[in-house]
């Protein structure tokens, strides 16, 4: 049982270049979340989905787009990377209300030049 | 604008002591209450969850929550090096974002031998 699998690891982008990152979870999940995570920042919601055919905005979601392809997966993609978005990106799954807390993937290590 | 604060520490206990993790929120209407664990590099880990008043216990770990003072707490009893990490408290909203977590910023326990 994977549980949430991201992919990839780690990415090198240079300004401007861009790149979706991958999310799966094999848990019947109905709710998946994309967060960044930045020192002294905490984890920051950039775009959610309730269910399968629903996606909405966090916290920060400019220069970001995500898609939920089916139940399972739910990719965020970067049109055209800059700096400021050089962070750790963590994707999550959870039940219905989230009550019982979220999963979180094992994060993607980007950094852009 | 709902907000959870914790004390960023570091908080640095000797082995076999009690740590003492706290947690405000701003949401009176929250309903579900996590801690998670993370370890350097490291993605979140659930490591107990509290929905009502009073103590839950889990091993060596005991989450508090009161919510008329809109306050959580973690405690470790017994505390090992292995447990030194960023704990993060987590509360879900209500309505139409139930079921998206706010997370605090965390607070970095060292657990000296």
């Known amino acids: 049982n994977a549980g949430v699998t991201q992919t990839p690891k780690f990415q090198v982008l240079k300004t401007g270049q861009s790149m979706t990152l991958q999310c799966a979870q094999d848990?019947?999940?109905?709710?998946m979340y994309w967060y960044r995570q930045d020192p002294g920042m905490g984890l920051r919601l950039i775009y959610y989905?309730?269910?399968?055919?629903?996606?909405d905005k966090g916290e920060v979601p400019n220069g970001y787009n995500v898609s939920r392809l089916n139940k399972r997966e739910f990719s965020l993609r970067l049109e055209s990377a800059a700096p400021s978005q050089t962070s750790v990106y963590f994707c999550a799954s959870s039940g219905p209300t989230g009550g019982s807390g979220y999963t979180f993937g094992s994060g993607t290590r980007l950094t852009v030049v | 604008q709902k907000e959870v604060e914790q004390n960023s520490g570091p908080l640095s206990v000797p082995e076999g002591a009690i740590a003492s993790l706290n947690c405000t929120y701003s949401d009176r209407g929250s309903q579900s209450f996590f801690w998670y664990r993370q370890y350097s590099g490291k993605s979140p880990e659930l490591i107990m969850s509290?929905?009502?008043?009073g103590d839950k216990e889990d091993g060596r770990f005991t989450a508090q929550l009161n919510k008329a003072s809109q306050y959580v707490s973690l405690l470790i009893r017994d505390s090992q090096p292995s447990d030194s990490a960023t704990y993060l408290c987590a509360v879900t909203g209500y309505g139409g974002s139930q079921g998206n977590l706010i997370f605090g910023k965390g607070t970095k326990l060292s657990v000296k031998p």
């Open positions: 989905s309730a269910s399968e055919g629903t996606t």
């Open positions: 848990m019947n999940h109905n709710s």
């Open positions: 509290i929905y009502s008043n």
